[in-house]
């Protein structure tokens, strides 16, 4: 079964550390644009950082830029999002998704996929 996996959120006070993991299964990263998405309460999912399986390039919003960091692990199917300098602001549902090398990883990070492979989202929750 083709899909993709989120994990590693969870309650961190301001100021930490979490990384998350998207894993693949039924296919690798090598031609796909990868993408995080960050969804908080009563808000739209937000792009936040996306990555090409292809060249390495990278994308970082604003908000989250020299804070966080997109990379692949060595197997292939895995992509980190590691966040450091944690806000109560980061808080919300996180997402993975991705999409063939058709799209860059900044139009990847423009707006949730409506199709594609999509994730179901792991919380993190950033509070004293």
């Known amino acids: 079964q083709v899909q993709l996996v989120e994990s590693g959120g969870g309650l961190v006070q301001p100021g930490g550390s979490l990384t998350l993991s998207c894993t693949s299964t039924g296919f690798i990263f090598n031609y796909y644009i990868i993408g995080w998405f960050r969804q908080a309460p009563g808000s739209e999912r937000e792009g936040i950082s996306c990555l090409s399986g292809d060249d390495g390039s990278t994308y970082y919003a604003d908000s989250v830029k020299g804070r966080f960091t997109i990379s692949r692990g060595s197997d292939k199917n895995t992509v980190y999002l590691r966040m450091t300098d944690l806000k109560p602001e980061d808080s919300g549902v996180y997402y993975c998704?991705?999409?063939?090398?058709?799209?860059?990883?900044?139009?990847?990070?423009?707006?949730?996929?409506?199709?594609?492979?999509r994730g179901q989202g792991t919380q993190v929750t950033v509070s004293s």
């Open positions: 998704a991705a999409r063939p090398l058709s799209f860059t990883v900044q139009t990847l990070c423009a707006s949730w996929p409506k199709t594609g492979f």
